[in-house]
């Protein structure tokens, strides 16, 4: 089996701020031109050529992998290592690239200009890792925006960075790659979800074997922590305001459900849950008591649905500064963290398993196993 390891030198992917995380600082100058320039001339970021022929990845091969959504920008650089590979520089940081955009439909200003902020940070790791190997996408913010394609020249431009937008069947199959690893062998069925900023995405699915799990069906629904905190408000939640969240995305996900074979594999024991999003592993640090959020304590751990309910009541009963006010959570996150569990409440009263999986892992990691696997040319 594939997998990866963290390199203890680097910081909390999760952590906006390099000097809380202990990541290195861009190398690159400052200058957005002076960036661009040094990226396309050394590393052609983005370019097919950058990605060299396809071959088996080589012991030590430098992969990259970014994954630009409604309110994260995230980065994974990582070595290959026999089978798998090692983290050795990540980055992660709250940009919320799709605020407004329910509204306008376009990307505003202000949240490109902090998303290429946060690229520029990207791409300077990047080239002073030695990238040989990328690939760079976008979801549910730019699939949805008119001006997604200026957006993603501007980004070029500034950075060097070329960014695919990818569709939501392939998000859900980078997800479902990335979090594998942590699926139980013993439970034949599993549904996987990812609660995003703009979007959810769900994924039931079925293992066999030892080959890659095999998709039954998988949906993406057009809300997520930024959609429904602009509708329903961060700060303070009444219980009907709560109940009115979970009942929208109970009603969006029915559908879904009832085509996942009902109750019957859930009564005979052989479905499991996998949760891959910032709602379950801030649930997860909550549940465990950090007083810092350790990737390495809450990746693969598992939540009972009475903790999620305990920990998600609590939270909506506070107000945005004593949510703010909790290590697990910080300020960017605690508008959003209880839309999530509204989110996460309906997902579990519609499967209900007893407890889930957690996964610090999707995407990105998805990305990585796909060039260890068989590198090559960027996906169009």
Known sequence: MNSFSLDPTVGDPRVADPAVAGEQSSVLPADSS????????????????????????????????????????????????GSGFRVIDAFSRI??????????????????????????ICAGKIASRGVTRSRYVATEACRRAANCDDFLDRVQAATGIAIET??????????????????????????????????????????AGRRAPEILGSISLPFGVVTLTERYGGDVFAAATWEAMVDEAEAAMTGFA???????????????????????????????????????????????????????????????????????IGRERADLVVAGCAILEAICRLWPVGSLGVADRGV??????????????PRA
């Open 34 to 81: 002076q960036t661009a320039a040094a990226l396309s001339a050394g590393l052609g970021i983005g370019r097919p050529e950058a990605n060299g022929p396809s071959r088996p990845a080589r012991w030590g091969e430098t992969f990259a992998a970014l994954d630009l959504g409604t309110n994260n920008c995230r980065l994974l650089v990582a070595r290959a290592n």
């Open 258 to 328: 009832s085509r996942c074979g009902g109750v019957t594999p859930i009564a005979a024991n052989d479905v499991q849950m996998l949760g891959s999003s910032g709602t379950v592993t801030t649930l997860a640090g909550i549940n465990l008591g950090l007083q810092r959020y350790n990737r390495s304590l809450v990746d693969g751990t598992k939540l009972s649905f009475s903790a999620i309910r305990s920990v998600s009541g609590n939270l909506a009963r506070m107000n945005y500064a004593a949510r703010a006010a909790h290590p697990c």
């Open 166 to 207: 990818i569709t939501t069947d392939e998000e859900a199959r980078l997800a479902v790659n990335g979090c594998a690893p942590l699926l139980q062998p013993t439970q034949p069925y599993a549904i996987v979800f990812d609660i995003g900023g703009g979007s959810t995405e769900l994924v039931w699915l079925r293992q």
């Open 364 to 377: 990105r990691e998805g990305i990585l196993l796909d060039l260890l696997a068989a590198p090559g040319q």
């Open 95 to 120: 940009v919320r690239l799709g605020e407004g955009l329910g509204a306008s439909g376009r990307l505003s200003e202000a949240a490109m200009e902090r998303t290429i902020e946060a690229l520029k």
